[in-house]
């Protein structure tokens, strides 16, 4: 199932929602929270960004349709890269 919403904190895109949920207690930081329609990621989009993580790093990625899951799999894979 594809996730209809995209949590944002602080302009951070694809915000984990356990962690949205736990800000959005903190009255402080609950003007900083967004709630964002989700967006389709395009094939072609998924395809260009593979081809330039091969590029880029010298490793094929292992990546998935999904926007979520693309997205976080994307962001381990450069820490890792980076040795982070």
């Known amino acids: 199932m594809k996730k209809v919403r995209e949590f ?3 302009g ?3 915000f984990p929602l356990e962690q949205f949920v736990d800000k959005a207690f903190v009255s402080s ?7 964002k329609q ?3 990621i395009p ?13 880029i790093f010298n490793d094929e990625p292992y990546l998935k349709s999904d926007g979520n899951e693309l997205y976080e799999t ?10 982070i």
Do not use: C, T
Request: no cysteine.
């Open 74 to 83: 994307l962001h381990n894979e450069v820490d890792i890269q980076e040795g």
């Open 43 to 55: 094939a072609e989009m998924i395809e260009s960004v593979r081809n330039s993580f091969r590029e």
């Open 12 to 14: 951070k895109p694809r």
């Open 29 to 35: 930081e609950r003007e900083i929270l967004v709630v």
């Open 8 to 10: 944002e904190y602080r």
């Open 38 to 40: 989700g967006e389709a």
